[in-house]
């Protein structure tokens, strides 16, 4: 990143050496050098660039956000579940569709897990996925655009928390329900779950082309609740792990009846045998409804059409397809090393991490040695399929990374800290504090065979005391780690958006080349797009008006319009006729009820409004585009319903 | 910040001056020592604070952003004029009318001029105030909560740009209209605009206990274009100015048609002879319809008025109170220094800056040199009024701020750069680039009495490659300049959230020690709330059921609902009972047609839910708050409309 910044710190290390005042907590101390050899490690010049992207779940905010690595700098928040008055998206017309579901309109949700697609176990960077957790979706993201292209919703799922994770080629992208639920939904007493409700592994294919899901099959399980999972990779490939907790499938104060178990288990599902089963005609299919949204580039359009219809499998009818393996005590994440070997459980209410083998998993299930079974299905014996357990010292194990160096590094809840052990000797290398209290932690490409092992983050979940404070209500905290000694130098502290449970992290080169700068205008195949200003136009049909306009530095055509009376329902259609890089342009109408659009080079969306009292009213640009920015506006005259004034437009000179 | 890092400074700086390598400009170059430096004194270590706080419009987002400085890590983004699904603001029935206005409900606003209130012309730190520009609007955001605490309406006006400045006590809060329209709003043809729209200028007062805004008076003025104003101070206190242009009164081709004249005007207003006229029962009542929205901290709910009737001022019904400036050319940022002499015009179409003296003005004034009149209202003289001129060399200048130690700093659209120059002697002291194409910048207190000169940002409009790419969409940049030297040093680019228009800077120490942990829960008069789990409760009337819920770590009371049916409305009031300071708990129901609820400990917040289908249903925490988290959870049982299943809830045991 810069070129001098090795001789500069070997040069200030000498220094530091001299004067003895290294810390090595990284922590600022009252000399402050170290501290300075740290913002040279974390500080990106005007002028450069950042070495990786950071892609942040947003969390309640329902979005995705983007950042920098190593200056933990907020490039973009990716609109996805929610509803983003910043642009319009699922206000303007052409967005909306992408809130929809089988619920209705949905505004909101909980963004959780992203993950890069993959081939051949390598982060590719043609896409990013990412799961809405209370009203189960999964989304598809454009890494040219940084858009969300598609929305999936799943039925017969509640809480779709163990989501959203791609197998090694993309091949599927892979949810689970957190919270199981009566399937088909129906009327039940709640104390009844016991035995009754159930939960389900959504398998949604993705097209190698172009990235459009499918919905290819749901394995209907014991109704426990289904916390994160992890596919397999390199020789595990074609496998899927999830955990469980609430096996004890308890229905309220789940916070003690949850937590009785000594043991969980990690489901192992064998997804392609399953795969098989589906494709020669196996599964049961069942009437469903969920909604599938696409957005098109080429029209700048989303559709949403209602599936009435999944395909569903009993496991007990694919024998060799799943198996329960016990994992101590409510284990949260699982997460598989670069190898595929090592399947980790992360036990939060245990001291000690358990480490399963893959092979020994094979071996055991070969050998059929079952210790009982679970609603029929089988569960191995703790003893055969365990590779070790990491007696790590800390409490409340979360989540585990991997730097691809043979090293794990694992987030503690309860001891709020970072662990770093070796993935052969099971022994703790390095613990460092968080602060406080770490719920996930990324490497770049972690969750994949090749890792990218120069930064670990730690996503904080209590703030505190790390920033200037903002009242009751706190941004939640990031901590970036230097991992490429043997011990982990924490740099920096910066604030994330939203409640990130996740990232995934990429190398800039990966990504940058290939980002999308505009969108072409003779591309554009919105059916209300213009091509040029003269062809601006103002239709009426019955009480809708439909207003094609256009915008370029610095002028709206038509820029005054009138004939549009009370009781008009007005769309406006509006291109932007830029073809140069970063040159939006925004339309806002005055006590329209809805937001804003922010409109890029080459794109039409469109807004309707609903005048309600005759007069004249202004519209306006409203993104600084030029000099004359603040004479890029104009006038709408509205008149009673029942007036004569004829409709009318300027088309400038 | 850092004890040593002058120390450390001194060092390196010795280091650079032997070798050579120091690079003026601030860029990192090929050796990359002096980014290093600059590097330190950007660089906030883990467990330090930033030394400013910074607020800046989120422009189109709608909402008001927080930033630390040096850092420019964003630490919280505060919701005003927009719905705002990460915390349920704008979709919560506590915070819903706040989005209300004469128009009806409107999700969302282009934010743009925060101003933070002042006793004596300095900083108080009590409140900030920003304008909504596109349904006009004024709204004040606590200092101690960080939260939108009340909104006012302005009638009369649109594009509500000229706002939000205080006078320095915070007497006022003061607003303009951008876009002139017939006062009042009325069917007319867009072409007879000239001589028949009205500009309106808005005088909110403060109550100096509790900050509560009224529209005192409107002065309704010539039907230009008001862009920009500042307070007068100290000596000019009592003045107020704004910028016009379109002084031609244009209403369409405003590019062209609205830079025909050489000069527009600066208006200056003398509003303390208007507040005399006004206490004097001056001024007409007029009828008009606009919403007051207050939230109540107490209650945690806000109510919305609509007020029917406004005082509007005739300028030309009080002699001596309303004068206009000419000033060249459809000048944008009218700024004030801070001895209150210096009334400077940003003429944007010119290349030089127009300075204007506050005595020479009054001198000209008391001697009536007038220059012919603009609809009544005198023109004074340009060559009495100004006080000289800035050769700036730039192009495009469009505001200026204020270090307190005699110089000022504008910034230039075009030419893309900030100049630094002195007061006494208008010579260009300094320049340096921005990128790209600065609009606004700001200097902790530059609009006060007393500025804190240490750092300058600008606010860039072009973002471009400042950044790793994001597609077409990017967010705008800013850059943060060393002012403490005679040349400016460009220390960093940070990303800004939305589109920043202005900012307000205030240091760290004015506010960090006021600010609000937690709401007392024995101080909460929600109408709904529960002061123990214990008391929660689920009560029907009607089709209308009212859930009175309590969470704590990790449960909700009640957890377990049965008896509620298709066509009910489910009102979910949920009490955080934690009051520890960062522990929020949200909520979320599967398919609500709203967004989450996130509840600050103390606090309790309402949101409804209409179920439309038979089934369990499952709600849970969204704010990862302890180990337990994941078991926080619950579920309402929702049975046909025609059900007789009686009501039903869990109270725990």
Not at 333 to 352: M, Q, W, Y
Not at 355 to 373: C, L, N, P, T, Y
Not at 469 to 497: C, N, R, V, W
Request: charge should be negative; include cysteine; aromatic fraction near 12%.
């Amino acid at each position: 990143m810069k070129k001098y910044s090795t001789y500069l710190a070997t040069m200030l290390g000498s220094f530091l050496i001299l004067s003895g005042c290294g810390n090595p907590d990284g922590k600022a101390n009252s000399n402050g050098a170290l501290a300075s050899s740290n913002a040279e490690k974390v500080y990106v010049a005007p002028g450069e660039q950042d070495e990786f992207y950071a892609f942040m779940s947003g969390g309640y905010s329902g979005n995705l956000t983007v950042y920098g690595l190593p200056s933990g700098r907020m490039f973009k928040e990716i609109p996805v579940f929610s509803q983003f008055p910043t642009s319009g998206y699922g206000y303007s017309e052409e967005t909306k569709p992408m809130l929809e579901t089988s619920f209705g309109f949905v505004p909101w949700d909980d963004s959780h897990h992203p993950d890069i697609s993959q081939t051949k176990g390598e982060l590719d960077g043609r896409w990013i996925f990412i799961n809405g957790n209370n009203t189960p979706r999964i989304a598809r993201i454009s890494l040219s655009t940084f858009e969300t292209e598609e929305i999936i919703e799943l039925p017969n799922s509640a809480g779709n928390h163990s989501s959203s994770f791609v197998t090694e080629n993309t091949e599927y992208v892979v949810a689970g329900t957190r919270f199981s639920v009566p399937i088909p939904q129906r009327d039940m007493p709640i104390n009844e779950y016991k035995g009754n409700f159930k939960g389900s592994l959504s398998f949604i294919s993705v097209d190698p082309n172009n990235g459009h899901m499918d919905l290819k099959f749901q394995i209907l399980m014991p109704g426990f609740n289904y916390d994160l999972s992890h596919p397999g990779r390199d020789k595990s490939h074609g496998w899927f792990f999830f955990t469980t907790y609430n096996t004890e499938e308890a229905n309220s104060l789940l916070e003690v009846n949850a937590s009785q178990n000594d043991k969980d288990f990690i489901a192992a599902i064998n997804w392609k045998k399953i795969e098989e089963y589906v494709n020669n005609g196996g599964g049961t299919k069942m009437p469903a409804n969920y909604a599938h949204n696409v957005y098109n580039e080429s029209t700048h359009m989303a559709t949403s059409t209602m599936k009435k219809e999944v395909l569903t499998v009993d496991p007990l009818k694919v024998p060799g397809a799943v198996y329960f393996l016990p994992t101590p005590k409510s284990p949260h994440g699982v997460d598989i090393d670069p190898t595929g070997e090592f399947i980790i459980g992360n036990g939060k209410l245990s001291a000690d991490l358990t480490v399963h083998s893959f092979d020994r998993m094979i071996a055991a299930i070969e050998a059929k040695k079952f210790d009982g079974e679970a609603y029929g299905i089988p569960i191995l014996k703790f003893d055969d399929v365990l590779a070790g357990t990491v007696k790590s010292g800390g409490l409340g194990p979360l989540h585990t990374e991997f730097d691809g160096k043979g090293n794990a590094y694992t987030t503690f809840f309860i001891s709020s800290e970072v662990v770093k052990w070796n993935l052969e000797t099971w022994e703790v290398i390095d613990r460092k504090p968080t602060f406080y209290s770490v719920g996930h932690l990324m490497i770049p490409g972690g969750n994949s065979r090749k890792p990218f092992g120069k930064y670990v983050v730690a996503m904080n979940k209590i703030t505190k005391d790390r920033y200037l404070p903002t009242g009751p209500e706190l941004e939640h905290s990031a901590q970036l780690y230097d991992i490429t000694g043997d011990k982990m130098e924490l740099l920096y502290d910066f604030p994330t958006h939203g409640e990130p449970h996740y990232a995934a992290g990429i190398p800039a080169d990966l990504l940058a080349p290939k980002s999308k700068k505009i969108y072409r205008l003779d591309e554009n195949e919105h059916p209300y797009a213009v091509t040029s200003p003269a062809e601006a136009k103002v239709v009426r049909d019955g009480n809708e008006v439909h207003v094609y306009m256009s915008m370029i530095r610095s002028h709206f055509t038509p820029d005054n319009i009138e004939g549009i009376k009370v009781g008009d329902k007005v769309y406006f259609h509006i291109t932007n006729h830029e073809q140069d890089f970063d040159v939006p342009h925004g339309f806002a109408m005055i006590g329209q009820n809805t937001s804003e659009l922010l409109v890029m080079p080459g794109q039409t969306k469109s807004s309707v409004w609903e005048p309600k009292e005759p007069g004249v009213w202004p519209f306006y640009c409203t993104d600084f585009c030029s000099a004359l920015h603040q004479e890029m506006q104009g006038y709408v005259r509205v008149s009673p319903a029942n007036s004569d004034v004829p409709l009318k437009f300027s088309l400038g000179e």
